[in-house]
């Protein structure tokens, strides 16, 4: 598992558990399910994770 992985498991569970904080359960859900869906499809189309990371630069 490579970094951007790492950091797109971090973003969702942590967005998931802010979410339900704010008792907004049916977006908590909804990015529950995005987030299944990017996971199980990683071993199918490994080319569609790439593609839908957000590729931010640095401003230094």
């Known amino acids: ?5 790492l ?3 971090a973003w ?8 339900d904080r704010l008792q ?3 977006d908590s859900y909804a990015v529950s399910q995005e987030f299944c869906e990017w996971t199980t499809s990683v071993n199918v ?7 839908a ?4 630069p640095t401003f230094n």
């Open 7 to 9: 950091l797109i498991i």
């Open 53 to 56: 990371t957000l590729q931010v």
């Open 24 to 26: 907004r359960y049916e």
């Open 12 to 19: 969702a569970t942590h967005r998931v558990t802010q979410l």
């Open 45 to 51: 189309y490994p080319e569609g994770l790439k593609a």
């Open 1 to 5: 598992m490579d970094n951007s992985q």
